[in-house]
């Protein structure tokens, strides 16, 4: 079976916002690698050393929030809004608990509410501008 897992780049932060979503989600990080830790590290610059070449974060049973600091010879990331993390939840009282979370520092685009399709449904731009949907479906 395919899974889909959203991942995130950034520009010197990840460790920040991964400690964050960890915060909000709980669990343990499956992976955390830092640049200076994968081979050929003597070319990689002193400032870059300490970043995050890669980690994974499991949310729920199957899903998982990857990520890492783009590569100082890449490109600087640019964050846009053509892009959400939609995470499905097993109860209202978690997408609360969830959507409070990512709300801190950041912008609500849409407050959790009834919504026509039958869930509980909000949209929100977390402090790091990465958007997410947050959705509970009612058990019919």
């Keep these: 079976m395919a899974t889909i897992n959203p991942y995130l780049n950034f520009n010197g932060n990840a460790e920040e916002a991964f400690n964050f979503y960890k915060a909000v989600f709980g669990g343990e990080f499956a992976v955390l690698q830092r640049y200076r830790e994968m081979p050929g590290d003597e070319k990689v610059s002193e400032?870059?050393?300490?970043?995050?070449?890669?980690?994974?974060?499991?949310?729920?049973?199957?899903?998982?929030l990857m990520g890492?600091?783009?590569p100082e010879q890449m490109e600087h990331v640019n964050f846009g809004n053509n892009?959400?993390?939609s995470i499905s939840v097993d109860g209202k009282e978690e997408?609360?608990?969830?959507?409070?979370?990512?709300?801190?520092?950041?912008?609500?685009?849409?407050?959790?509410?009834?919504?026509?399709?039958?869930?509980y449904f909000g949209m929100v731009a977390d402090k790091f501008r990465v958007q997410w949907m947050v959705s509970y479906t009612y058990k019919k």
């Design 47 to 64: 400032s870059q050393k300490e970043k995050i070449l890669h980690v994974a974060l499991p949310i729920g049973k199957d899903d998982v």
């Design 68 to 70: 890492s600091d783009a």
């Design 83 to 85: 892009f959400h993390i």
């Design 95 to 119: 997408a609360q608990r969830v959507f409070e979370g990512l709300s801190k520092g950041g912008k609500v685009q849409m407050p959790l509410a009834d919504a026509f399709w039958g869930a």
